[in-house]
């Protein structure tokens, strides 16, 4: 093995042990310039191997990934080890594996703000081993989408997250019913068809309801009486006992089944009493053997409701560790309204990048790897902050810089005439730092058209045409004054251009608008790739028909 061979190995396997086992060929290639930046000139090669490599290296387990980077750079995993560790701190009350849950609600995509619990959930279980539990909690039929089940797994597959396992709540009905009849045999819980508003305006006050010391017969009868249709909605529902004496209203008492004869979306009609959230989370936290709880501070009320089930059933409690609130600006997150407006024709679907789905963030080029680098070093601080687009972007931009292609697209284009030269030349690189990656090449004759954007005519008149030549612009015509690099100390300012027979070009961007344009006629290459229009941003490119549709990115 020679020692490109190995370099670009020793990346691929900690990049993989980094997430999950799948190491991503981007990472790979820019770690290995960055080592070896002599190989910036086989750029080509060094793609080229890194993806063989790569393929290599994913079919590999964890246990032979770790045992080969251990044999050929040892200090790459112990270096990968203590980075990941010295940002995340240890989990406390743990001894050997940890077996941590993941609990989505099916009613829609992943969104940004999902992705940190996800994240640092895969971190904890990559760092100690065990189990990572993925959880449909879908006892709620009103907020149900059946599409969601199959989305979100996709979500958390792009997210390189490994999930072990994963459960539906909806099948584990009967388990909660007995868990309820149980507590409901000790005392610990009854049955009330008080009104609910007069039940909350009791609890309000510290009293009691009037079935709250109703005799086990009395309890168990009207047990039987939610299932049998005796009730409909809201007439009757199971109540865990707390403290009415607590300072805070909010955790006295609280419903634990209730009666809905909603269709499910997945099941139909196949129950009618449901169990509400803090139930089923703390029958199913035990059950699943549960170690430890990453969950946000708006939950430290339903961490202490949930904390008198296991009391009551004599279960050992997980660890719980309540992070900050992040408040993410700029895109819609909440579920509701997004399906809403899909619904009425305002976005095109769930990775309409005016969203904050993680399809909307894929479909833009953002690297999985980038989030789940932000969300490592976010950490698990109890104080709120709010999320960083810069620094998502800067994470980004590490991982697609060193392969993203260079092109020309020009928005807002004013056709210019080239004047006094018969014939121009001009090479442009693909990318500036791998000289294998080839050349954009251009060759004119008279009469030689470019575009070029409105904003440079209005703001300067000499310029440079990157890659081509000096002009003076006078209206719509561009006088040539040669090919001298000098003239830019001279005060002639570089912009970017496109031929005249260049592509119709328009660039979604993230406010809802269009940029409208040309671009090169290599862009049409590049279709699912990242690349970096110059002066512009980087931007995916997304489709190549009659127009080229690219998605952007960041700058």
């Not at 090479?427 to 500036?432: G, I, N, Q, S, T």
């Not at 000499?462 to 003076?472: A, G, I």
């Amino acid at each position: 093995m020679d020692d490109l061979d190995r370099t670009v190995l020793k990346y691929a396997l900690q990049n993989a042990l980094g997430y999950g086992g799948e190491a991503r060929a981007g990472s790979v290639i820019g770690k290995v310039l960055a080592e070896m930046p002599e190989l910036r000139s086989r750029a080509k090669e060094v793609n080229e191997l890194a993806g063989r490599i790569v393929r290599e290296v994913n079919s590999m387990g964890l246990d032979e990934q770790k045992s080969r980077l251990a044999e050929i750079a040892p200090e790459l995993l112990e270096r990968e080890r203590k980075e990941r560790e010295m940002v995340l701190p240890e989990l406390e009350d743990r001894s050997g594996e940890v077996i941590m849950r993941f609990a989505p609600n099916p009613s829609g995509p992943l969104h940004i703000g999902h992705s940190r619990v996800a994240v640092l959930n895969d971190e904890y279980v990559k760092r100690y081993g065990g189990r990572y539990i993925n959880r449909f909690e879908d006892t709620d039929p009103s907020r149900v989408d059946v599409e969601a089940y199959d989305i979100i797994a996709r979500d958390l597959e792009w997210l390189g997250v490994n999930i072990t396992e994963t459960h539906y709540q909806t099948d584990r009905f009967d388990i909660y019913y007995r868990i309820a009849l149980e507590l409901l045999e000790k005392g610990h819980g009854y049955i009330c068809t008080c009104n609910m508003d007069s039940w909350r305006e009791l609890k309000e006050h510290g009293k009691a309801c009037p079935h709250r010391e109703a005799a086990i017969e009395d309890r168990l009868h009207l047990w039987d009486k939610l299932f049998d249709g005796t009730f409909a909605p809201r007439e009757a529902s199971m109540v865990i006992k707390t403290d009415l004496e607590l300072p805070n209203p909010a955790l006295r008492d609280f419903v634990a089944l209730r009666i809905d004869d909603q269709p499910h979306p997945r099941t139909g009609t196949k129950h009618r009493v449901y169990p509400l959230m803090n139930f089923s989370v703390a029958v199913d936290d035990h059950l699943m053997g549960l170690t430890h709880v990453l969950r946000g501070k708006d939950h430290l009320n339903n961490t202490y409701r949930q904390s008198y089930i296991f009391e009551y059933m004599g279960w050992p409690k997980p660890s719980y560790i309540h992070y900050g609130r992040v408040r993410i600006p700029g895109p819609e997150l909440k579920t509701s309204a997004m399906s809403a407006g899909i619904k009425e024709g305002r976005y095109e679907g769930w990775n309409d990048i005016r969203l904050g789905t993680l399809s909307a963030l894929a479909r833009r080029g953002i690297e999985s790897d980038a989030l789940r680098e932000y969300w490592v070093r976010a950490g698990i601080s109890e104080v709120d902050v709010e999320f960083s687009w810069d620094t998502l972007f800067s994470l980004n931009r590490e991982i697609i810089d060193p392969v993203a292609d260079r092109y020309f697209f020009v928005s807002r284009p004013v056709p210019i005439s080239i004047k006094g030269v018969d014939h121009l030349e001009g090479r442009a690189p693909l990318h500036p730092s791998r000289e294998d990656a080839g050349v954009r090449q251009y060759s004119m004759d008279q009469p030689i058209k470019v575009y070029i954007p409105l904003e440079d005519i209005e703001k300067w008149s000499k310029v440079r045409l990157k890659d081509l030549c000096n002009v003076e612009i006078d209206g719509t015509v561009a006088n040539y004054v040669g090919n001298d690099l000098g003239a830019i100390k001279k005060g002639f300012r570089i912009i970017h251009w496109v031929p005249e027979d260049s592509v119709p070009m328009q660039v979604l961007l993230p406010d809802g608008t269009v940029a409208k344009g040309f671009g090169e006629n290599g862009i049409r290459e590049a279709v699912g790739k990242i690349v970096q229009l110059e002066r512009f941003g980087f931007a995916k490119i997304e489709s190549s028909n009659s127009e080229i549709t690219a998605v952007f990115a960041h700058k």
